[in-house]
């Protein structure tokens, strides 16, 4: 009897040890993400990739990440977006340089964009960009200037700046946005004041662009990935996410 007893117990304990590793897998969003090089400027830039399973072809997402980096919280994020139905191509801008000019980081942007029209996973007439601080501005610069992006969202932005290496702020060229623009940004941003934000959606509004702004009370900036590089997880983080994925299904999905 005891023989049976103990066969049970090691059953139960091989069944959760299962259970717990998929709950694990599911909660992070891991995929098989894969690092690619991007040739641009005769340089050779590595891009974390990310698809769905069921082959494409799908609308894409270029994911440029903020002044910190590719942290691990980009990743999941670029995997949990692939469960979504998008290829996500997250290209490592700083790599030469911690702050390049706006040109060579654009010419990497358009390279990424040509790479995906070389994989038959993606649909290359549909394809979105989203970016953070840094990235933020690069989506406000970068949607009206290359347009091969049908629309963009811009998280924390920053539309009065010339960035780093002191380009030319992305308000300047509002009037040759073409597609449309999500805004996600938070009150309590003192990198990047909500009062600019108000200041560029009221421009927009002026010039007749289409955009969406969600903007969260009290939120700092950079409120989707924490101090350790990690994705937030709180009720915020996910409305955010969900604001993102939520447009991206009605701009490209079906474009």
């Known amino acids: 009897m005891r023989y049976v007893i103990l066969l049970a117990a090691v059953v139960s304990l091989l069944f959760l040890v299962g259970s717990v590793g998929a709950a694990d897998v599911g909660t992070a969003g891991v995929?098989?993400?894969?690092?690619?090089?991007?040739?641009s400027g005769g340089q050779s830039y590595?891009?974390?990739?990310?698809?769905?399973?069921?082959?494409?072809?799908?609308?894409?997402?270029?994911?440029?990440?903020?002044?910190?980096?590719?942290?691990?919280?980009?990743r999941v994020m670029a995997d949990r977006l692939a469960t979504e139905g998008f290829v996500v191509i997250a290209p490592e801008w700083q790599t030469f340089a911690e702050a390049p000019a706006d040109n060579v980081t654009e010419a990497l942007v358009r390279d990424t964009v040509a790479y995906l029209g070389t994989r038959p996973e993606v649909n290359e007439s549909s394809i979105g960009l989203?970016?953070?601080?840094?990235?933020?501005?690069?989506?406000?610069l970068?949607?009206?200037?290359i347009e091969e992006f049908s629309a963009g969202?811009?998280?924390?932005g920053f539309p009065y700046s010339g960035g780093q290496a002191n380009g030319t702020p992305?308000?300047?060229?509002?009037?040759?946005?073409?597609?449309p623009m999500l805004i996600i940004h938070g009150t309590a941003d003192q990198a990047s004041p909500v009062?600019?934000?108000?200041?560029?959606?009221?421009?927009?509004?002026?010039?007749?662009?289409?955009?969406?702004?969600?903007?969260?009370?009290?939120?700092?900036?950079?409120?989707?990935?924490?101090?350790?590089?990690?994705?937030?997880?709180?009720?915020?983080?996910?409305?955010?996410?969900?604001?993102?994925?939520?447009?991206?299904?009605?701009?490209?999905?079906g474009a």
Not at 153 to 156: I, R, S
Not at 170 to 179: V, Y
Not at 208 to 213: Q, S
């Open 31 to 39: 995929r098989n993400g894969t690092t690619v090089n991007i040739q």
């Open 46 to 74: 590595p891009a974390y990739i990310t698809m769905p399973d069921d082959g494409g072809p799908s609308p894409a997402v270029v994911l440029i990440h903020s002044f910190n980096g590719l942290e691990p919280g980009y």
């Open 130 to 140: 989203t970016g953070f601080c840094a990235g933020g501005r690069y989506t406000m």
């Open 142 to 145: 970068f949607l009206p200037r």
């Open 153 to 156: 969202v811009a998280w924390y």
């Open 170 to 179: 992305p308000a300047e060229f509002i009037d040759n946005i073409t597609g």
């Open 195 to 253: 009062a600019d934000i108000y200041r560029y959606a009221t421009d927009l509004d002026e010039a007749g662009k289409y955009f969406e702004l969600k903007v969260y009370q009290g939120e700092p900036h950079g409120f989707m990935i924490g101090e350790d590089g990690e994705l937030v997880e709180t009720s915020v983080a996910e409305s955010a996410y969900q604001e993102m994925v939520g447009f991206f299904n009605k701009r490209l999905v």
